[in-house]
């Protein structure tokens, strides 16, 4: 299950990107409340579903409207309603990454029946670039992942490139981002 928190920041991309009226037709399309409430649960086919409808009606792939919510979460969500939470995962974007588990476990108290994500960080000796392995229950979000990196990548101004490495070259049972800090003065 999703909380509605999830899926009104979903609601609150989609108007702000295509309009309100273009909402309610993503809503019918993925059989949906029009609003949510934010510590209610909701099936994670609700969720899917309203990116379905959404890429059919906006013909943009929902592999880059998952990227894009990533992203709309940290600039309209985490960095205004939750910047506290966001403080005290970290000062940057590395430290961000490794307490990415002891922020969820926080959220985890507080949400009844909350099941994160987690996460690996494993940094290069040179400092230079950083493995991510994420682990997760639920499939086809590594987009939404590369998004809410791009945006904490912004909001800590420390400019990433994310790759994403294969699976056939993973030997753990994760998916894995490769990120390289890249030094702007290049």
């Known amino acids: 299950v999703m909380y509605g928190m999830i899926n009104e920041a979903a609601k609150r991309m989609i ?3 295509f309009g309100i009226e273009n909402w309610l037709k993503v809503s019918s399309a993925a059989k949906c409340p029009g609003t949510f409430d934010a510590m209610s649960t909701y099936d994670d086919a609700i969720t899917y579903g309203i990116i379905a409808a959404a890429s059919e009606l906006t013909s943009r792939s929902e592999e880059e409207l998952l990227v894009s919510f990533g992203e709309f979460w940290i600039d309209e969500i985490a960095s205004k309603e939750y910047r506290s939470l966001l403080r005290q995962t970290g000062g940057c974007l590395f430290t961000c990454l490794q307490n990415l588990d002891v922020m969820h476990q926080r ?3 507080m949400f009844k029946g909350y099941r994160p ?7 290069d000796d ?3 670039f950083l493995k991510l392995d994420y682990y997760s229950e639920r499939k086809g979000l590594l987009p939404f992942l590369v998004g809410l990196i791009q945006g904490l990548s912004r909001y800590y101004k420390q400019p990433t490139k994310i790759e994403v490495m294969p699976i056939e070259s993973n030997p753990m049972p994760c998916e894995t981002l490769k990120l390289t800090f890249v030094d702007e003065e290049q």
């Open 15 to 17: 108007v702000k990107e």
């Open 126 to 128: 040179s400092g230079m």
């Open 117 to 123: 994500p987690s996460f690996r960080v494993v940094e």
């Open 107 to 109: 959220l985890e108290s």
